[in-house]
């Protein structure tokens, strides 16, 4: 009679898995005590690599404009000058309003004039999986942690997170379950934001309160920055309350550069 | 030995797709090389290395405990799914 004869077990493989893990978590707390060092380290390397990558992909985008015909860019070219007329006109209003705004301030004694500086966004999301930014100024420049972000003058869209020698890490205040109080802009009233990814927000709200479409909310503090505008109110669930929906203005995702605090 | 090889230079390639391609391409690319390859270890390195390039506090775990998680359930179900 022929019996088949039983494989013996290889037995080492619990115990190689074993002490490979144990390596692994040595090297973790090893990592996690010299993260910054790393950090730093892998950002100075990683920042040529983001802005070659822009620089090609930049390049191919425009290759698609060698098909675009004349006539359609001529009559682009018109619109695009008659826009950047009518942008100039406004530039010069809200330039002098600024001024006036700063010099009222000022008399009540709450000059708030922040420099800021400019920076070049080197990674943006869909990069990152934390919806996080990384820009090309840090401690050097005069960034710190918590500085306010901005796009432009008046829209502000994060906070700075942590702050390297040449490089800083941004949160937006979009980032997914970040929360960021704001003020309503028509009446005042004070509510937390919840992060939805993408530059998005919700607030529920009960079903009486005084929110509607377009209106704009702002970061809480002398100087009026927009964090975004109300883009749909959802009342039609049964429940007591209603979800509102917020949207940044402009497009962080598709910017090049920010504005960073860099006093407080 | 190829296999060595293999290893090094897919580990040069998803560095730099790291830094370049979206985030969720990455995971699906690490998810099937952690599959594929026998104890792939590098994917604890790209898990820990999204926090350490991404993360925006001053430190975070989630990378690394997750591909780690990831790496000893392929490991143990290797046999199953993989003659």
Known sequence: MNYHLKSKKNNNNPKKIFIVFVVVIFIFIIYQLTFSFFRSLSHRASVPVWIFSDYISNSLASIGNIFESKENLIVENEVLKEEIKKLKLEQIEYGVLIKENQELKSLFGRSNLKDKIITRIVSKPPRSPYDTLIIDAGRRDGVKNDSLVYISNNIVVGKVSDVLETTSVVTLFSTGGYKQEALLERTGAVFELIGKGNANFSIELPKDTDVIWGDLLLYPSVNSSIIGNIYYIDSSSQSAFKAVFIRAPGNVFESKWLFVETNE | ?83
């Open chain 2, 1 to 83: 030995m190829n296999n060595i090889y293999l290893r090094i230079i897919l580990f040069l390639v998803i560095y730099l797709f790291f830094l370049v391609l979206p985030w969720w391409l990455n995971i699906l690319i690490l998810i099937f090389l952690t599959i594929y390859f026998k104890y792939y270890f590098e994917v604890v390195f790209f898990g820990s290395l999204f926090d350490i390039i991404y993360f925006g506090g001053e430190y975070s775990y989630y990378g690394f405990i997750v591909s780690l998680v990831f790496l000893g359930v392929v490991s143990l179900f290797r046999p199953y799914f993989r003659s």
